[in-house]
């Protein structure tokens, strides 16, 4: 059996999935919370997930000091619930890693270099990149001889001209602290791309798409070919589309503006765009689930809210038409993306003149895999295609070991 074991490492949580490659089936998958939680007891917990199965007695508390001590735990669950990690060891593991700045444009087999290179990235990422190292050293203590790759969410971003990479700032200024737009959510994006062309039988290369990854974080990119040619999140994954609690675009003088006239300091800023905007911000909710039924029932900054989300959607859409001199298909992926139909239907609503429609029937569908909700003969494919980032991980660490 050839696996390949994927690891998501959060500042306190360790997510993961054992892919067996020959079919592309998740063996196991489990979800360590609350690692380092010091306090109360039996605070850390273990949810497992074996064959599509997860009793209540796969589940455990207790705390978890780190993320070596996780590792432990997840490879104590492999042997209690299987698969035995000790007698079928996967053949690689894969990292997430958020951030891989100019450096990494494809997925790469660690080394010493590569982990002082992400180590040196955290500055573009403090949140995450070394929350994703401390997943990587735990791997490497765990199982010293299978090889570890890392795979960025800025890789697939790689190929953005400096058209759309660079600020218009002072440039030496950008060289000299490394501003420019990276983007973000690249594995889901190529996935999303690949598997969208997959579904319409036509090869990526020869197609135009705009991918719309509507999570609890957002982004949009436009991909030619199969490569990234822009794509909304920037330097950080802050600007661009609205999201749960972030901003996204904004006039940047609207910070000195706040600074200068209610005092805030910078951590009350970075407070206010990344925690407190967005749909929280306009209307109190960030969960798009409430935030349409609130608007359905009536109120009127969830209305508000909802709008601002759907506008700025539009507005994206059509940037990258522009940018790609037309578009074959447009993609709908990740929580929202896949699951609302008021925001589908809302966010490309009026571009029938631009061979854009939704079919409010096929909309309306719930779950399932791959599909199309335009209607037949439409110029445009509008289709709604389930995120995989964990399977593109572990796809990715067969190209390089
Ligand atoms: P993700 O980051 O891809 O896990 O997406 C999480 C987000 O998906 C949550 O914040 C929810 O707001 C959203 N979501 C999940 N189900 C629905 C739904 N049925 N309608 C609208 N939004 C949803």
């Known amino acids: 059996m050839s696996t390949v ?14 892919v067996e490659m020959t ?7 489990g979800l360590i919370e609350r690692i380092g939680d010091g306090g109360s007891a039996g605070s850390s917990k273990h949810t497992v997930t074996v064959d599509g199965q997860s009793p209540e007695s796969f589940s455990s508390e207790s ?4 993320h070596a001590e996780a590792f432990r735990v997840m490879i104590d669950a492999f042997e209690k619930h299987g698969p035995s990690m000790k007698n079928d060891p996967p053949i690689a593991i894969g990292h997430r890693v958020v951030h891989g700045g100019k450096r990494f444009f494809g997925p790469t087999v660690v080394t010493d270099l590569v982990k002082i290179n992400i180590e040196d990235l955290s500055e573009l990422a403090p949140l995450h990149n070394p929350a994703n190292l401390e997943g990587i050293n735990a791997a490497q203590q765990a199982f010293p001889s299978i090889p570890q790759v890392a795979v960025f969410d800025t890789a697939f971003h790689s190929t953005l001209s400096p058209a759309a990479y660079s600020y218009a700032i002072d440039a030496d200024l950008a060289d ?3 501003v420019r737009r990276y983007g ?8 999303v ?16 798409i705009i991918v719309l990854h509507l999570g609890n974080g957002a982004s949009a990119c436009a991909v030619a070919g199969g490569k990234s040619i822009d794509t909304s999140m920037g330097l950080t994954p802050l600007e661009g589309l609205v999201m749960g609690t972030r901003s996204g675009d904004i006039d940047p003088a609207v910070l000195i503006h706040l600074h200068r006239k209610a005092n805030l300091g910078f951590d009350e800023l970075d407070e206010l765009l990344n925690r407190k905007s967005g749909l929280l ?3 109190g909710r960030g969960d798009m689930r409430d935030v ?25 859409v059509g940037a990258y038409m522009a940018e790609l001199g037309g578009v074959d298909a447009i993609v709908f992926t990740a929580g929202v993306g896949e699951n609302s139909d008021v925001v589908r239907a809302g966010a490309l609503a009026g571009l029938e003149g631009l061979g854009i429609s939704v079919d409010a029937e096929l909309n309306s569908v719930r779950g399932g895999g791959a599909r199309r909700i335009s209607p037949e003969g439409s110029p445009v494919a509008v289709l709604v295609v389930p995120t995989n980032e964990e399977l593109e991980i572990a796809r990715q660490c067969l190209t390089v070991i």
Request: glycine share 8%; no cysteine.
């Open 193 to 208: 791309s690949g598997a969208a062309a997959e579904f319409l039988g036509q090869p990526v290369e020869e197609l135009k």
């Open 63 to 66: 705390p978890i000091a780190d």
């Open 5 to 18: 074991l994927v690891v998501n490492s959060g500042s306190s949580s360790l997510k993961y999935q054992l």
């Open 281 to 283: 911000g306009l209307s």
């Open 23 to 29: 079919t592309e089936s998740v063996l196991a998958n």
């Open 176 to 178: 000299k602290y490394r």
């Open 184 to 191: 973000f959510h690249g594995t889901s994006h190529k996935y």
């Open 292 to 316: 349409v039924s609130a608007a359905n029932d009536g109120d009127e900054a969830a209305r508000v809210a909802l709008d601002v989300y759907l506008h700025r959607i539009k507005h994206y």
